[in-house]
């Protein structure tokens, strides 16, 4: 069994800054890529940033510049450190990833998400 933990959400004021973590856990055999999504209230969940297991990324528009998300390979472990946020960053964030277990059986699997709120 895997599972994605997040942590890191909070309340925060404009401007501020934020690191959210997502620890992969269980029978992994390999981790492909890991990104960050988010869904703001009434919106679509969209693609934050994403990255391979070489360490190829990509961020949405809205985010360039802003976060990054770097990634400890031996930890299963990715991070969202989050700069000069912005009320439009207010969401619940997903952590994902693409893994094989040691069943052979590759899948997505989510984080249970963790909220984020850019208010002053």
């Known amino acids: 069994q895997v599972q994605l933990v997040e942590s890191g959400g909070g309340l925060v004021q404009p401007g501020g800054s934020l690191r959210l973590s997502c620890a992969a856990s269980?029978?992994?055999?390999?981790?492909?890529?890991m990104g960050w999504y988010r869904q703001a209230p009434g919106k679509q969940r969209e693609l934050v940033t994403a990255?391979?297991?070489?360490?190829?990324?990509n961020y949405a528009d809205s985010v360039k510049g802003r976060f990054i998300i770097p990634r400890d390979n031996a930890k299963n472990t990715v991070y969202l450190p989050m700069n000069s946020l912005k009320p439009e960053d207010t969401a619940v964030y997903y952590c994902?990833?693409?893994?094989?277990?040691?069943?052979?059986?590759?899948?997505?699997?989510w984080g249970q998400g963790t909220r984020v709120t850019v208010s002053s």
């Open positions: 994902n990833a693409g893994i094989s277990t040691a069943l052979g059986a590759s899948s997505i699997y």
């Open positions: 269980g029978t992994i055999c390999n981790i492909n890529a």
């Open positions: 990255i391979t297991s070489g360490g190829s990324a």
